[in-house]
C-alpha cells in the first residue's frame, strides 16, 4: 500500500507552527494564478485541487484530507496553477513557502522527508493513471486492491475509493455488490 505521506514529514510539518484557518465547505484558499505565498496542510475536512479546462469543465486534480499537503509543487512556482476550494468545513495550517524553502536548503533531514514525500505522491499519480486506462470497474478496483492490499476502506469511504479509479458511486458499489455474491 502507498502510505499517503510520512509521519516523519507530518511531524516536520507541524513543528514548522504554521497559521491555522478554520473554513467553511466552498471557500478558496487560492486561484490559479495568485502568488504563491504557502504551502497547506490539512487538519481536518477536505480540500480539492481543482482545473477549469477549455471546454468550460472542471477537473479536480488532487483531493486532498487529514495530514496531506495541499499544492507541494506550488514550493518551486511564482503562481499556483489550479484553484483550491474547501469541498467540506476544513482547518488547514498555511506555511509560508519562503520558510519551508529556507528549511529545505538548510535542514537534511526535512530535504529527505519531503523528497521522499514526493516519490511516494509520484507513484500514487502513476498508479492512478495505470488505473483509470483500464477499461472495466472490475479491473480498475483489482489493481486499486493490490495496491492496498485487497483491503477496502470503511463503507464510508467507498465514495472516495470511486474517485480515485474514476468511476461513479453507483458503478462501484454494483461491483461490490456482484463481488460479494460470488459473480466477480
Known sequence: MIAIMSYDLIKLIKDMHGQEHSLHEGVFLFHQGDVVISLFMIVTGCV???RHQASGNVITIQRAHYNSLLAEASVFSDRYHCDAITAKS????????????????????FAEAWAEHLA?????????CEILSLKTVTARLDL??????GNLPLKGEW????????????ALYRELAKRRHGNA
Open 90 to 109: 476544513s482547518v488547514v495550517i498555511s506555511i509560508s513557502r519562503q520558510q519551508v524553502r529556507l528549511r529545505l536548503q538548510h535542514d537534511p533531514d
Open 120 to 128: 511516494r505522491e509520484l507513484q500514487w499519480t502513476r498508479l492512478r
Open 144 to 149: 486499486w486492491l493490490s495496491w492496498h492490499e
Open 159 to 170: 465514495k472516495t475509493v470511486a474517485d480515485q479509479i474514476g468511476v461513479s458511486p453507483e
Open 48 to 50: 480539492e485541487l481543482i
